[in-house]
């Protein structure tokens, strides 16, 4: 992706920056050059994956508060540099900015831009794949784990986890009554489908409910997951962990001295995983009244649509790679939040600051997304982050806070009202319990 150049003025207000906060950014990395040429392979790296891209700054000491010590010979150390970029895959191209500073000191800065997607990770080519990526973390640079390569490598193309043999189970192992309801959906939806003209064999094949592998017959493990009578008995790790605190952090305890208020393992189908999870958190969120003349209206601490939509985007969308099948779900209550976390991180092009703005072109697990929206549990591909976001906006509580690590994803929704104190003290009543900046009610338990 493109650059704009750094300016002598910006230049300088990033040098000044850094000394003032004494620490390097997440975007900009410090190496004193005074003496010669530092390797740079692991910032090249790790600035080529991050997003954005950032810059590398030669000429401040970090180890003598960020002093202007300058570099050694500009020319040769561009040249150095230089060398250094084409030895990365993709290569590297930088852009230089220089300045001398009034001290005499002569500074270089080195903007490396973002590495395309569907090239990353960036690594240095002598190292290899697995040994040469490195990721940004904070203000250092981080050597990738195997996962994290493998993240970045299998969003270069369309995934297929979804559909992989379930080695143990058999065609029998699946609900035949629930793959019939499935069947029925899909007629109606698709009535002149060539897929319904199949023998039943060969129709589950087509839909991906069932693989051939090595002569015989086995669930996909989209199958299995969907319409599997028991999917747990193959993957015990795939299954949601509810977790109710007390608190905000989990180390703070009930009013008993125990560490959960209440602790769930949600095991089943994803459709009944689902329908589950949103009983035990119906349960044990709390609730208020609105009052608008004599109408009295009930409102949950948190909008129904918002978690089901969070909980189906993690089912859906998490990574079901074998780095990953040993995993599960956490959904975690606090007083002042709900968090939902998976495995696997964005997958394809999509940052952060694209949730809610546009769909994403790719899907990590396409077979399963196409059984969830015959069954109607989903409605298209890229509407369950906007529909989170409005039902927040709807009922005036901040809007969800999306975390992506690349290698795991976390959506948070608050129960902080963006209603002022005086509007809350008029439109909400808890339990006959006096209102406070937390909605703190009894809990049920």
Request: net charge negative; aromatic share 8%.
């Amino acid at each position: 992706m493109g650059m704009i150049v750094l300016t002598r003025e910006e230049f300088l207000q990033l040098i000044n920056d850094i000394q003032s906060l004494q620490s390097e950014m997440d975007n900009i990395e410090v190496k004193a050059a005074a003496r010669g040429a530092p390797k740079i392979y692991d910032s090249l790296s790790a600035l080529s994956n991050r997003i954005s891209g950032g810059i590398i700054i030669f000429g401040l000491d970090e180890g003598n508060d960020f002093q202007a010590t300058g570099v050694y010979d500009l020319n040769d150390l561009r040249t150095k540099i230089g060398e250094a970029t084409v030895q990365m895959e993709p290569p590297v191209r930088p852009e230089f900015t220089s300045v001398n500073l009034d001290n005499g000191a002569v500074l270089l800065a080195v903007e490396i831009p973002e590495c395309p997607y569907k090239l990353k990770p960036c690594y240095h080519k002598p190292a290899g794949l697995n040994g040469g990526s490195y990721i940004r973390v904070a203000d250092g640079d981080r050597k990738m784990t195997s996962y994290e390569v493998y993240m970045f490598v299998s969003s270069r193309s369309e995934a297929q986890e979804d559909i992989q043999p379930v080695l143990r189970a058999k065609p029998e192992d699946l609900d035949a009554e629930a793959i019939d309801r499935y069947i029925k959906k899909f007629r109606e939806k698709n009535p002149k489908s060539r897929i319904l003209t199949y023998s039943y064999e060969q129709m589950l094949q087509r839909m991906n409910i069932l693989i051939e592998y090595q002569g015989e017959l086995k669930p996909t493990l989209a199958g299995m997951l969907m319409f599997g009578q028991f999917p747990q008995q193959f993957y015990p790790s795939l299954f949601i962990a509810f977790m109710m605190y007390a608190g905000t952090t989990p180390k703070q305890k009930g009013p008993r001295g125990e560490r959960f208020l209440d602790n769930r393992r949600i095991d089943g189908t994803i459709p009944e995983m689902i329908e589950e999870v949103e009983k035990i958190i119906r349960h044990n969120m709390r609730h208020s009244t609105v009052v608008s003349g004599f109408v009295r209206q009930d409102i949950d601490e948190y909008p129904r649509e918002a978690l089901r939509e969070a909980v189906i985007n993690a089912l859906a969308h998490r990574d079901y790679s074998h780095y990953a099948l040993g995993s599960h779900i956490d959904i975690e209550m606090f007083a002042d939040r709900l968090e939902v976390s998976n495995y696997g991180g964005l997958y394809g092009p999509l940052s952060e600051m694209d949730l809610g703005l546009r769909s994403n072109a790719t899907t990590r697990n396409a077979a399963l997304m196409r059984m969830l929206e015959d069954l109607d549990i989903v409605e298209n591909r890229g509407s369950g982050i906007l529909a989170m976001v409005e039902s927040m906006r709807a009922v005036h509580l901040s809007p969800p806070h999306f975390q992506d690590k690349h290698t795991s994803f976390r959506v948070t929704f608050y129960n902080h009202t963006l209603l002022d104190q005086e509007m809350r003290e008029c439109l909400f009543q808890f339990n006959d319990v006096p209102l406070n900046d937390n909605h703190v009610s009894p809990l049920p338990i």
